[in-house]
């Protein structure tokens, strides 16, 4: 374990401690901005077990899901600049799209899950489903699902590929390029949705936790519509792969360093800016925290709720306890995102993806930092 955390700070670290110690905890990071300074920054345990590698303080972890608030930002940059309308039919933009009864269907509907496109009904390949064109393509092609489960469920994968394309038609760049060049090169991050080659050896390993990657198909035909295939047997094969690594994935293919991603949204906790650097309007922040749909997620049968494209506060607390928090979770365990009256932008990234729902490792990350913001001097 190394790193630092500012006076007052303490119960985070020993927090983070206590996932090694108690929790099994195999190589973590945890960071933290309030107010404009880092008050955390604590890093420790192995990045790679098989060769005992340890996690540095620029080791690069995969965040799956934390992607997703990284491609809102995208989409609510264009969305300022006047170059998209999120209550306009995705159609307007990506013409194809609008086959086979998906006319209707709005960009803000895709951002907020309700688009009734959970998985992809055709068969692809490893290889195609590493290739942004095949897969937006059998979407386009594909009809919304008539299962009344469809209409509020997670959009796993289909996000990203959805969310990609109508960028690369408004814009001309990919998500990964948009967000490389509008916000991690601005703000000096440590971040990429599509990892640079020469920068792979700097990527932790990631690894299944026990009964996470459970074997069988689902008997139903929903249930084989919305299974991820990213999370089966053999699937960490794909996920370290240099394949995966540098395809970008604008849902799930994030790699950064935990002090990056905190960094990133305590911008825009703070009204969309770090330093000299505007990273969104305040009201575009706004906008993207407006709150599009609560309910209960149709397939998984808990509480969710959504922004363009920000997951929300529920009653789960997977973000922490501020109500106002924005953000994004990652796939078992990794939790992102801002708490904006506080001024707060944290990141808790880890290499070993867990099935225990709620994982108690993020949840006592986050309750000892929200009582150190809480006691801390205004």
């Given at each position: 374990?190394?790193?630092?955390?500012?006076?007052?700070?303490?119960?985070?670290?020993?927090?983070?401690?206590?996932?090694?110690?108690?929790?099994?905890?195999?190589?973590?990071?945890?960071?933290?901005?309030?107010?404009?300074?880092?008050?955390?920054?604590?890093?420790?345990?192995?990045?790679?077990?098989?060769?005992?590698?340890?996690?540095?303080?620029?080791?690069?972890?995969?965040?799956?899901?934390?992607?997703?608030?990284?491609?809102?930002?995208?989409?609510?940059?264009?969305?300022?600049?006047?170059?998209?309308?999120?209550?306009?039919?995705?159609?307007?933009?990506?013409?194809?799209?609008?086959?086979?009864?998906?006319?209707?269907?709005?960009?803000?509907?895709?951002?907020?899950?309700?688009?009734?496109?959970?998985?992809?009904?055709?068969?692809?390949?490893?290889?195609?489903?590493?290739?942004?064109?095949?897969?937006?393509?059998?979407?386009?092609?594909?009809?919304?699902?008539?299962?009344?489960?469809?209409?509020?469920?997670?959009?796993?994968?289909?996000?990203?590929?959805?969310?990609?394309?109508?960028?690369?038609?408004?814009?001309?760049?990919?998500?990964?390029?948009?967000?490389?060049?509008?916000?991690?090169?601005?703000?000096?991050?440590?971040?990429?949705?599509?990892?640079?080659?020469?920068?792979h050896h700097r990527a932790a390993t990631t690894v299944a936790g026990p009964g996470l990657l459970a074997a069988g198909e689902p008997t139903d035909d929903?249930?084989?519509?919305?299974?991820?295939?990213?999370?089966?047997?053999?699937?960490?094969?794909?996920?370290?792969?240099?394949?995966?690594?540098?395809?970008?994935?604008?849902?799930?293919?994030?790699?950064?360093?935990?002090?990056?991603?905190?960094?990133?949204?305590?911008?825009?906790?703070?009204?969309?800016?770090?330093?000299?650097?505007?990273?969104?309007?305040?009201?575009?922040?706004?906008?993207?925290?407006?709150?599009?749909?609560?309910?209960?997620?149709?397939?998984?049968?808990?509480?969710?709720?959504?922004?363009?494209?920000?997951?929300?506060?529920?009653?789960?607390?997977?973000?922490?306890?501020?109500?106002?928090?924005?953000?994004?979770?990652?796939?078992?365990?990794?939790?992102?995102?801002?708490?904006?009256?506080?001024?707060?932008?944290?990141?808790?990234?880890?290499?070993?993806?867990?099935?225990?729902?709620?994982?108690?490792?993020?949840?006592?990350?986050?309750?000892?930092?929200?009582?150190?913001?809480?006691?801390?001097?205004?």
């Amino acid at each position: 374990m190394d790193g630092f955390v500012a006076p007052g700070y303490e119960g985070v670290a020993a927090a983070f401690e206590r996932n090694f110690t108690e929790r099994g905890e195999v190589g973590a990071a945890f960071a933290a901005h309030h107010a404009g300074r880092p008050v955390v920054d604590l890093w420790g345990g192995v990045a790679d077990r098989s060769t005992g590698r340890a996690w540095q303080r620029d080791t690069l972890q995969l965040v799956f899901s934390g992607t997703k608030g990284l491609a809102a930002a995208c989409v609510l940059l264009l969305v300022e600049r006047g170059r998209l309308d999120l209550d306009a039919p995705v159609a307007r933009y990506w013409p194809e799209f609008g086959q086979a009864g998906k006319a209707a269907i709005t960009v803000a509907e895709v951002l907020s899950h309700q688009c009734r496109l959970p998985g992809v009904r055709a068969p692809f390949t490893t290889a195609e489903l590493l290739d942004h064109d095949v897969m937006a393509a059998l979407l386009a092609a594909q009809a919304p699902s008539d299962d009344p489960r469809a209409e509020f469920t997670y959009h796993a994968l289909t996000y990203g590929w959805l969310v990609d394309e109508v960028v690369r038609r408004v814009d001309g760049r990919s998500v990964g390029a948009l967000f490389h060049q509008e916000f991690a090169a601005p703000l000096e991050l440590e971040l990429w949705i599509g990892l640079p080659d020469e920068l792979h050896h700097r990527a932790a390993t990631t690894v299944a936790g026990p009964g996470l990657l459970a074997a069988g198909e689902p008997t139903d035909d929903y249930g084989r519509l919305v299974r991820n295939p990213l999370v089966v047997p053999g699937a960490p094969d794909i996920w370290n792969g240099a394949a995966f690594r540098r395809a970008g994935l604008a849902a799930v293919g994030a790699h950064g360093t935990a002090q990056s991603i905190a960094r990133f949204y305590a911008g825009l906790a703070g009204d969309g800016a770090w330093g000299d650097v505007r990273l969104l309007a305040p009201e575009t922040v706004r906008l993207g925290r407006r709150l599009l749909r609560r309910g209960t997620d149709s397939a998984a049968g808990t509480p969710m709720a959504y922004g363009a494209g920000f997951e929300l506060f529920t009653e789960l607390g997977l973000l922490g306890p501020a109500t106002d928090v924005f953000g994004h979770a990652g796939a078992g365990g990794s939790r992102h995102g801002a708490w904006p009256a506080a001024r707060v932008g944290f990141s808790y990234a880890m290499n070993e993806i867990r099935a225990e729902f709620p994982d108690r490792r993020p949840l006592s990350l986050l309750a000892a930092l929200h009582d150190a913001v809480r006691r801390a001097p205004a």
